[in-house]
C-alpha cells in the first residue's frame, strides 16, 4: 500500500548522530553578533568623524576597530572614509543612532562576559549623551 522509504532521511532525528551543517556555538553567535554592532558602530563613527574630527572620535573609532578585528579573528575591518557629507548636517541624529548601536553592543558585550568591550561601549554611551544633552555646571 506505502512505498518504502529508500533514501536516508536528511535530518537527523537520532541522539548523538552527527549531521553535514555546520553548528555554531552560543559563544560563536554571540561573536559574530557583537561585531556587526561594533562595525555599525565604527561606521557611525567614522560618519562623525567626517563631520568634524575630534581626538575622541579618533581614538574610539581605533578602539572600536581593533576589538571588530579580534571578534572576527582576522585584520581590521575596511573603513571607508566618509568625504561627501549630506547637505546639512546632522550630527544629533548620528550620535543618537551611535547612542543605540552602542546600548546594543553593550547588552551583547555583557551577556557574553567581555569587559573590553563593555567598558567601551558604556564609554561611547556616555560620550554620545554628554554630546547630545550637554551638562550646565551649577554655579555655586
Avoid at 6 to 18: D, I, N, Q
Avoid at 51 to 76: F, H, K, W
Avoid at 82 to 99: C, D, G, I, S
Amino acid at each position: 500500500m506505502y512505498e518504502p522509504i529508500r533514501t536516508r532521511s536528511v535530518h537527523s532525528t537520532m541522539a548523538g548522530s552527527t549531521s553535514d551543517f555546520p553548528h555554531r556555538s552560543r559563544e560563536e553567535e554571540l561573536d559574530i553578533q557583537l561585531a556587526g554592532h561594533l562595525t555599525a558602530l565604527l561606521a557611525v563613527t567614522d560618519e562623525l568623524r567626517a563631520l568634524g574630527s575630534s581626538t575622541d572620535l579618533d581614538t574610539a573609532a581605533d578602539r572600536l576597530a581593533e576589538q571588530v578585528a579580534r571578534l572576527r579573528g582576522g585584520p581590521t575591518p575596511v573603513r571607508v572614509l566618509v568625504t561627501a557629507a549630506r547637505p546639512e548636517p546632522h550630527p544629533a541624529a548620528l550620535h543618537r543612532r551611535a547612542h543605540t548601536l552602542a546600548g546594543r553592543a553593550l547588552v551583547v558585550a555583557a551577556s557574553r562576559a567581555d569587559t573590553a568591550v563593555a567598558i567601551l561601549t558604556a564609554e561611547r554611551m556616555d560620550a554620545h549623551a554628554a554630546t547630545l544633552e550637554p551638562r550646565e555646571l551649577a554655579s555655586s
